[in-house]
């Protein structure tokens, strides 16, 4: 498995939330639903996206944005425009002083705001739970990125379009596939931009030495690594190595490896059905309690918990 693979393998959306929003200016949206991921792609018109802590970027019809939770954030016609709703966690909407809004602006299927041919529109597909999205990708994204439409170009923009607003059998399975879909394009195409801020150990991939022991660890993280195999693997000494992986990436190779492995216990945990003792001994631990240990040490949760909650 190649490095971008290992991060974009997350997305797993289960009855996610996903709107065609419709406005006519002035409009103003406050987020503040504290969802781990959400995908906004304007189909027409323009927008602000102004995040609390200032950022702000401008999209055009084409374009592409991603928030990351749990910040809130505002989207409107103008930086300067006052928000008129208010999205809450679990989808919810209200006005600004509190009073619910649910239904004042519905517009059928999946859609929502003043028109269904508002000079703006845009599709929405949020991630409702931090468990379907991987801790892995999440921490490997900025809280807002956007993509041009010279630089994003997408088939399913056109299928999600029209698949929003359908009212058909098994459609939320539809959409939410989609969404894994569109995330994971979207996410690949600004990977492969310049201006993309990689984590460390991904970038650390391009060295010689670092890069094959990285892939050597995400290829068969079950193996019984010690940093001296490690080391006889790359062709350096153990202390050049340790120098070199703690330079890069930011933190010595057994506290790497023991980070991915319990990365991907945890999605294992979310993912399937296998018992503890079998994600255990796929991610390198001898048994239940070794991994048990460990994940609380880290998670603050025992692997059942994570489990629970994810689901």
């Given amino acids: 498995m190649d490095a971008l693979a290992g991060l974009l393998e997350g997305p797993r959306a289960r009855g996610a939330f996903m709107i065609r929003a419709c406005f006519d200016p002035p409009w103003g949206i406050r987020v503040e639903d504290r969802a781990p991921l959400t995908i906004m792609l304007l189909v027409r018109g323009d ?28 989207v409107a016609d103008d930086p300067g425009t006052v928000p008129q709703a208010v999205i809450l966690p679990g989808g919810e909407c209200s006005y600004p002083d509190g009073r619910s809004l649910k239904g004042h602006w519905d517009l059928g299927v999946r859609s929502w705001g003043d028109r269904l041919d508002g000079a703006a529109v845009m599709l929405i597909g949020t991630y409702m739970m931090q468990g379907e999205i991987s801790g892995r990708l999440l921490d490997a994204l900025p809280p807002l990125l956007t993509l041009t439409a010279e630089v994003w170009d997408c088939a399913l ?122 994600i255990a001994r796929q991610v390198g631990y001898g048994s239940a309690f070794a991994l048990s240990s460990a994940f609380k040490r880290v998670y603050g949760v025992s692997p059942q918990e994570h489990r629970t909650r994810a689901a």
């Fill in 47 to 74: 927008a602000w996206i102004t995040a609390d802590g200032g950022e702000r970027v401008r999209l055009n019809a084409g374009d592409v944005a991603i928030a990351r939770g749990p910040d809130p954030y505002t």
């Fill in 157 to 278: 923009t056109a299928i999600l379009a029209e698949e929003i607003v359908r009212d058909e059998p098994g459609q939320e399975v539809v959409l939410d596939r989609l969404l894994d879909l569109l995330v994971i394009a979207a996410l690949r195409a600004w990977f492969s931009r310049p201006e993309a801020e990689a984590p460390a150990w991904y970038q650390a991939l391009a060295d010689p030495v670092v890069g094959r022991v990285l892939r050597l660890v995400q290829d068969d993280p079950a193996h019984p690594w010690t940093v001296a195999t490690l080391a006889a693997k790359a062709g350096v000494s153990r202390a050049a190595l340790a120098r070199r992986f703690s330079e890069l990436v930011g933190e010595p190779p057994m506290t790497y490896l023991t980070g991915w492995r319990l990365a991907l216990a945890a999605d294992r945990l979310r993912d399937t059905g296998d018992t503890i003792g079998a």
